[in-house]
């Protein structure tokens, strides 16, 4: 098992073994120990607009494309006329039909990624490192499912007003998130289900992206990724005992600690 990390748009970090923390809530804590698999969301579910966007730079190279395009007159009929629209179709669809699953690069806890992806002091810090996550996800061929990946890499930050990215591959832009976001230094595992052949021609593409699911569980082997969970530095002292618990309970042997930054002054 092994997720893809040779595609030109997965940028790797350069220590393999990087740590690498994923924050979430009790229930979403129980929910993967219960399911055994890692939650994968939607790109245009997301609260940021720009998610898996292009840049300034490449919606200017789409309207001269389609322009020039036009002019040239060697279109299929069905394109004439609507050739900037095909193109944006074509752009937008890559937010619509990829799914991802986020970490955060950090060699300890981040008190910025407790108030960020917690939603009360009854959170729980997942600790992994880079090479564990990469190696726990299935080899694609293994998935047994009708998608592209996983495949896993490094998001890069791009002011897309400003900055080019890289044109003509649907993974860059999901790759890639604006500057405001680089404190997330995030680890993104992704999964593509590829349009139908004819999705250009269909009357109505939209359609075809609503019955999209808004997630995918991708099966992992938790023991082998999971090296710890923390609990939030502002739970009470019972929780840890009731996260340790309930980590036995459903057959994980991985120890449970209080965050680091619940530990007292000196002073």
Excluded at 57 to 62: G, Q
Aim: net charge negative.
């Amino acid at each position: 098992m092994s997720a893809d990390t040779t595609h030109p748009a997965l940028i790797q970090p350069s220590d393999q073994s990087a740590s690498i923390w994923r924050y979430m809530d009790f229930a979403k804590y129980v929910a993967l120990l219960r399911s055994k698999a890692l939650y994968f969301f939607r790109i245009d579910k997301f609260d940021d607009p720009f998610e898996g966007t292009i840049s300034r730079a490449e919606y200017e190279d789409i309207v001269a494309r389609a322009k020039k395009g036009e002019q040239d007159g060697r279109l299929p009929p069905e394109w004439r006329g609507k050739y900037f629209d095909v193109l944006m179709q074509n752009a937008r669809n890559g937010r619509r039909s990829c799914y991802v699953n986020c970490w955060h690069f950090n060699e300890g806890e981040s008190e910025a990624m407790w108030r960020l992806y917690s939603q009360s002091s009854f959170a729980i810090a997942i600790k992994s490192r880079y090479c564990k996550l990469r190696d726990a996800l299935p080899t694609p061929s293994e998935s047994g499912r009708p998608h592209v990946g996983p495949m896993l890499g490094r998001v890069t930050y791009l002011d897309h007003f400003k900055e080019q990215l890289p044109t003509g591959n649907l993974l860059v832009p999901l790759m890639n998130k604006r500057p405001s976001f680089q404190h997330e230094q995030e680890c993104r595992a992704l999964i593509w289900i590829p349009e139908p052949d004819d999705y250009v021609l269909h009357p109505d593409p939209d359609a075809i992206f609503a019955k999209y699911p808004v997630g995918l569980s991708i099966d992992v082997d938790l023991p082998s990724l999971v090296e710890f969970t923390a609990v939030s530095p502002l739970a009470p002292s019972w929780f840890l005992e009731s996260v340790a618990d309930v980590t036995v309970r459903y057959g994980f042997q991985w120890p449970t600690i209080a965050s680091s930054l619940a530990a007292k002054p000196y002073i």
